[in-house]
């Protein structure tokens, strides 16, 4: 819809759950600049170096594991995992065209390199893992019993862990390619009607009211800058070994694997 209204834009800001979709609007000509004071603090990591797009509080890349499905000693550790035969017919993990999922598909693409990320996902078919429709689907299907464990982001996960399930949140891939962060962005919009008040908003967003707010909601956000206080059982990025990867160049390698690979992968699934 952004897009749609790129010559007549409705908005000022657009909250984005990850940066991808934040750098497709750069690319689209959508989106303007903003350098705001109050990102200071915040890690330059998360943002582009243009301003075009400011990360804070985040969210992560995580199995969900059931408790009851494998003694704890065996149960899977890796996003690998999903291909491993030792757990054929266990993991599922949402549709990879869409939300963070596919932000994930990229990420593997960019880490792993094109040919090990394609074999990646031919192993998960050969392995019987279960495509569903979304990360709230994997929740429910590992909730239920339906899979032994998936992939998801942090907010399902600790609904999960809210609502008493048999599950554990997993942080993936310590030592190895390291767990995906996901950070929100703000992003103000090219010749939006109000922008005065949207730079206001985005102000707010990358305060550290904000990221308070964020870490004590029930999405369970991780404050990207130091020194906010979070609740007790939201990881702190200091403990996470974060996947090493360009969020602003996810965004090309995103929409050519949705139009390819990723789409034809998708389609091939039951």
């Known amino acids: 819809r952004l897009m749609a209204e790129k010559a007549r834009p409705q908005a000022d800001v657009f909250w984005s759950g990850d940066p991808v979709r934040a750098a497709i609007l750069k690319q689209k000509g959508v989106s303007a600049p903003y350098q705001s004071p109050a ?7 998360y943002s582009d170096p243009s301003g075009f797009w400011t990360g804070f509080s985040a969210r992560a ?3 969900l594991v059931s408790k009851t499905a494998f003694p704890k000693e065996e149960a ?24 963070t999922t596919s932000m994930h598909a990229a990420a593997l693409f960019q880490v792993l390199g094109a040919e090990k990320a394609r074999q990646f996902f031919n192993s998960m078919t050969e392995n019987g893992v279960k495509m569903v429709s979304s990360n709230g689907e994997v929740r429910r299907r590992v909730s239920g ?14 609904q999960a862990v809210r609502e ?22 703000a992003v103000l919009i090219k010749n939006g009607p109000n922008p005065k008040a949207g730079k206001a908003f985005i102000d707010f967003l990358l305060s ?9 909601s029930e999405a369970a956000q991780m404050p990207v800058r130091t020194g906010v206080k979070a609740p ?10 974060p996947m090493q990867v360009d969020y602003g160049k996810l965004a090309k390698e995103l929409d050519e694997l949705s139009r390819g690979f990723l789409k034809e992968w998708a389609s091939r699934q039951k």
């Open 76 to 99: 899977p550790s890796s996003v690998m995992d999903l291909t491993n035969p030792k757990y054929k017919e266990k993991g599922c993990i949402a549709n990879p065209l869409f939300g």
């Open 232 to 241: 007790a059982h939201v990881r702190s990025l200091e403990s996470i070994e």
């Open 208 to 216: 550290a009211e904000a990221e308070t707010m964020l870490a004590e």
């Open 164 to 185: 008493k399930k048999p599950v554990e949140v997993v942080y993936p891939d310590r030592g190895g390619m390291r767990t995906l962060i996901v950070p929100n962005a």
């Open 145 to 158: 019993g339906d899979c032994a464990f998936g992939v998801t982001d942090t907010d399902d996960a600790y």
């Open 39 to 45: 990102a200071k603090g915040l890690p330059k990591l």
């Open 61 to 63: 890349r995580v199995l």
